[in-house]
C-alpha cells in the first residue's frame, strides 16, 4: 500500500491494486479513476527526479498521429516526505508487442503476416519521428514497452533519453535481447546513446515480430554452444559465414526469405555488416521504406504462407516421438540458450493440459480439432494460414492434432499425434 497526493487535487489515493511491477517502477490501478494508472518510480535519485520534471516541461509528441505515447499526465507525491514519486498516466488497452512475438500467445488479430508487417510499418515510421526530436527509445522498443491494438502506444517514455537545456537524460536500462554488441549492461544509464542504438533494438524486434524468433535464435552443433547474450556480443548473427565458422546456423523456423528482398538486405546490413560498424546499421526511415515495398508486393504476400508452412514443417522435423511416448530434439537441435530441452515428463504434461482447458473454458474458447483454429467465439477460419498448417499436419506421419501443450515457460498449441496423447507425448510448440 502507498499513500500519495495527486498535483491539483484534493484529498490523497491510497494505491493498493497492483497492475505491473517492474524494475523501474510499479503501476498501480487508479482508486477513483478507470480511465488512469499510476506510476511510482524506484530509487528516485535528484537526477531521476530532473528527468521526470523535463518530461512535463517538454513532453514528446508524435504529430503524425500513427501512434501515441502514454506520457506522464500529472505529478505524484507521497504523503510521507512530500517529495515527487511518479505521476499518473492513461490507461492503455491492447496487446503487448511481447504477446505478438511469441506465437504461443500471439493474439488472432496477428496471426496474419500481413497484419504484423503493417504494425511494424507504424512502428518504424514512429520511430523515425521521434528520433527527429532526438529521443532514443532503446528499451522502450522492448516487448512490454509497447502496446499493439487499434492503436500503436509507447510506454515507459520515462526510461528514454533525451537531452533538454543542454543536460542528456540517459536511458536507464535494457532487455538483454536488446543489448546491442558493442554494450554491457554495465554502462547503460552512464553512456549517451545513439540513433545506431536504437536502429539495432528497431531491427530486432521488426525480424521477431515477423518471424516470430529473435534474429539471433538458432541451430547449434553442440549444446555447449554461445548463449544468446555471448552470439549477439561476438556478433554471430546465424545467417553469417562468421556464425557458420563457429559452428552456429540458422533456427529452421526463421528463415530469411520470410523477409522481403528488400527488408532481407536491411537485415544483413544490420546484424552481419552492423555487428562490426554501428554506423552501417538502417535507420527507422530505410525499414519504413522497405516495409512498404513488402507491402506493395503482392506476389511476395501470397507466398508468405506456403514459406511459413515450410518452416513449421522443417521445425517439427526437428523432433522425434520415442518409445516412452515423449518427444525430443533431433540430433544437434538445441535451444536459444546453448543447452538442450529435457523430455516433459507425462504427468506434467497432463496437469498443464488440464490448467489450459480449465482456462479454455473460462474465456471461451473452443479449438476446433478438424480446422485447427482458436475459434475465440468467432466463426470461419481467420486467414489462409489454416488451412496450409492443416496440410502440414496431415503430411506429417499419422494425424496430428492441436491441442494444448506447455513449452520453454509458455502455455500455449502444438500439434500431437492423437496415439500419443494418452502418454502425454508433447512436441512444444511453435
Known sequence: MFNVRVEGENGTLLLTDKLDNGGGGTIYHHPSRVDLLVKTLK?????????????????????SGLAHIARPLKRVFSVSSGELVGFTMSKVYG??????????????????????????????KSVEELSLQDYILFDGLAGQ??????????????????????????????HEELLPPELTEGEIGTVALTEHQDAWCLATMIIWCLTSHHPFDVK????????????????????????????VGPHPAAPLELLHPAMRRLAIQCF????????????????????????????????????????????????KPTPAGRWQRAAGHTDRHGQKRHPVKATVAIVATVIITVAGMTYHTVVDQNSLVDRGGLRGRTSGHSNILEEVASSLPGRFRRCPVLSTGHLGFGYVHPNDLDAASVPPSF
Not at 552481419?272 to 519504413?288: F, M, N, S
Not at 508486393?297 to 522443417?314: G, M, S
Open 43 to 63: 530509487n528516485l535519485t535528484d537526477d531521476k527526479r530532473r528527468k521526470l520534471e523535463a518530461l512535463f516541461q517538454s513532453p514528446p509528441v508524435l504529430a
Open 95 to 124: 496487446h503487448l508487442l511481447a504477446d505478438i512475438v511469441n506465437p504461443c500467445d500471439r493474439p488472432l488479430s496477428f496471426q496474419n503476416y500481413t497484419k504484423r508487417l503493417q504494425f511494424v510499418g507504424t512502428l518504424a
Open 145 to 174: 514497452n509497447i502496446i499493439a491494438g487499434p492503436e500503436l502506444w509507447f510506454l515507459d517514455v520515462d526510461g528514454w533519453q533525451f537531452s533538454a537545456n543542454g543536460t542528456v537524460h540517459h536511458a536507464e536500462a535494457v
Open 220 to 247: 547449434l552443433k553442440s549444446s555447449l554452444g554461445p548463449s544468446l547474450e555471448d552470439r549477439i556480443a561476438e556478433g554471430l548473427w546465424p545467417h553469417s559465414r562468421r556464425a557458420r565458422r563457429r559452428g
Open 272 to 319: 552481419d555488416v552492423g555487428c562490426k560498424d554501428a554506423t552501417k546499421r538502417p535507420l527507422p526511415a530505410e525499414w519504413h521504406a522497405a516495409i512498404e515495398q513488402a507491402l506493395a508486393d503482392k506476389a511476395f504476400l501470397d507466398q508468405v504462407p506456403k514459406i511459413e508452412a515450410d518452416a513449421v514443417r522443417k521445425q517439427m522435423a526437428a523432433y
